[in-house]
């Protein structure tokens, strides 16, 4: 779950869309009605992102690179590494962000949705956000996810081709970022 790219794009709305751009994994159907609106404009948002994102040239070549066994999970575990490349282009590594404090605040303030009420309390005390900057924090998330998914853990098996094609990746992100940012950033005017 790529919590940071997503909190970039949608950092030019109000607090309640950045939430529900936060949140959007998390919200399941098309019904958003139990939603205020800019909530649900948020999680709109966010689907717009992803579709997106996985419609992509660059994301498409990439995931063709992952072994041919986990490459159905390749999706999931580029979300996370584009996450790690988002934090260290805004220079997590170096410095405390007034963005991450701005999604912190905001998940703080109201109730995760049921499938990540577990989740979120843990993203927001143990700072996952800055620590994405880190790869081997990245791949302990990655592996992570992968526990909580049935079966063997497809996302851990992911890891070594992540370590190994990183330059790659990192690559893919330097040409992907500039593009969703221009296509897909909301601005305090829109």
Not at 31 to 58: F, N
Not at 74 to 103: C, M, Y
Not at 150 to 171: F, H, I, K, M, T
């Amino acid at each position: 779950m790529n919590f940071l790219a997503h909190a970039w794009l949608a950092r030019g709305g109000n607090d309640e869309f950045l939430y529900g751009n936060l949140i959007a994994d998390g919200v399941k159907g098309s019904d958003l009605t139990a939603w205020s609106g800019d909530v649900a404009a948020g999680i709109r948002h966010h689907r717009r992102v992803d579709a997106y994102v996985d419609a992509h040239p660059i994301v498409s070549e990439a995931r063709r690179r992952a072994p041919r066994a986990q490459r159905r999970y390749a999706g999931i575990a580029l979300d996370l590494v584009w996450d790690h490349f988002v934090a260290r282009e805004l220079g997590l590594h170096r410095q405390r962000s007034a963005l991450v404090q701005r999604s912190y605040a905001v998940l703080r303030q109201r109730p995760a949705p049921a499938r990540l009420e577990r989740m979120v309390p843990a993203l927001v005390a143990q700072d996952w956000l800055h620590r994405y900057a880190d790869f081997d924090f990245t791949c302990g998330a990655v592996r992570g996810i992968g526990q909580r998914l049935s079966g063997p853990n497809r996302l851990a098996e992911l890891v070594p081709w992540l370590q190994g094609d990183y330059v790659s990746l990192e690559r893919d992100f330097q040409r992907l970022w500039p593009i969703l940012v221009d296509e897909l950033e909301v601005t305090p005017d829109a």
